[in-house]
């Protein structure tokens, strides 16, 4: 059982230069989130969807774009990397019919913008 | 003013020690209190769920909401040094599909 998968687990990007993270989950959730975790600052929500075709801003959206074509997947998009952006990126996913439900997180994507 | 305010740390006791977490908060709203664990390179796991006020256990580890203080902790009893990890507290209002988090408090526990 995957649980969410995220892709790639590294990368090192010049300034400017585009990419796109990809978030995969198996457990057929509705929620989708992605966060970026910078030392002393916890977690920040960038974007987050709650269903296919859905996406919403987050706390620190700026800079970014998603997009959710399919339920399982979640895209994140950096069209113009700015070294700001150097973090550890992650994806979660959770059921949509319970208030209690946890968010079940990958392990990461660590990015560093030169 | 963040909604949600964690003491970073580190925090570093000796095995068998009590450890004591805490977070406070600002928003009345929230309802759901939850404490995740997150190993070094993994990704955050859910380790306790509380809802609205009181206490709830789960072997080794409780955790107590007093929503009259806005406060929370997480207790650790026996602390082993596989405890040690970035704890960080979130929590939600009622129908709210997004999680506030803490900053964090990275713990070592020390053989």
């Known amino acids: 059982n995957a649980g969410v998968t995220q892709t790639p687990k590294f990368r090192v990007l010049k300034t400017g230069q585009s990419m796109t993270l990809l978030c995969a989950q198996d457990m057929n959730h509705e929620y989708m989130y992605w966060y970026r975790q910078d030392p002393g600052m916890g977690l920040r929500l960038i974007h987050y969807s709650v269903g296919e075709g859905t996406t919403a801003k987050g706390e620190v959206p700026d800079g970014y774009n998603v997009s959710r074509l399919k339920k399982q997947n979640f895209l994140l998009g950096l069209e113009s990397a700015a070294p700001s952006q150097t973090s550890v990126y992650f994806c979660?996913?959770?059921?949509?019919?319970?208030?209690?439900?946890?968010?079940?997180f990958g392990d990461g994507t660590r990015l560093s913008i030169l | 003013q963040k909604e949600v305010e964690q003491d970073p740390g580190p925090l570093s006791v000796p095995e068998g020690a009590i450890v004591s977490l805490n977070c406070t908060y600002s928003n009345s709203a929230f309802q759901y209190f939850m404490w995740y664990r997150q190993y070094s390179r993994k990704g955050p796991e859910l380790l306790m769920y509380t809802y609205s006020s009181g206490n709830k256990e789960d072997g080794r580890f409780t955790a107590q909401v007093d929503k009259s203080s806005k406060y929370i902790s997480l207790f650790i009893r026996d602390s082993q040094p596989s405890d040690s990890a970035t704890y960080l507290c979130?929590?939600?209002?009622?129908?709210?599909?997004?999680?506030?988090f803490g900053q964090g408090t990275r713990l070592t526990i020390n053989p």
């Open positions: 979130a929590m939600k209002g009622q129908g709210a599909q997004k999680l506030v």
């Open positions: 979660a996913s959770s059921r949509w019919d319970r208030e209690d439900q946890p968010q079940h």
